[in-house]
């Protein structure tokens, strides 16, 4: 069984920049493909950010040359480095495999942006 553990998340004025980490344990996930999911107050959660195991990117627009996700096979880490952050980008980050494989959810990091 995976589990992760989302760390680097805080509050950070609009125009700001975080880097979020995501330790992955149980199992090696360097099979699989990872990703980023937020999810607002008002909102379901949904990825935001995708990984391949070959390390082919892909991101949701409103995210789109601000956030960049990256992985490290050997640390069996996943991260997000995100710029330029806007209020709407307030909400708690969680990792997990793509597409979902049953692995259970991290208790994510709590992302605030402030005007």
């Not at 989302?6 to 090696?28: D, F, H, K």
């Not at 789109?64 to 991260?79: E, L, M």
């Amino acid at each position: 069984q995976v589990q992760f553990v989302e760390s680097g998340g805080g509050l950070v004025q609009s125009g700001g920049s975080l880097r979020l980490s995501c330790a992955a344990s149980g199992r090696n996930i360097s099979r699989w493909d990872a990703a980023w999911y937020r999810q607002g107050p008002e909102n379901q959660r949904m990825w935001v950010a995708r990984i391949t195991t070959g390390g082919t990117t892909t991101y949701v627009d409103p995210v789109k040359g601000r956030f960049s996700i990256s992985r490290d096979n050997a640390k069996n880490t996943v991260y997000l480095q995100m710029h330029n952050l806007i209020s709407e980008d307030t909400a708690i980050y969680y990792c997990n495999l793509f597409p979902l494989r049953g692995a259970g959810w991290g208790q994510g990091t709590q992302v605030t942006v402030s005007a």
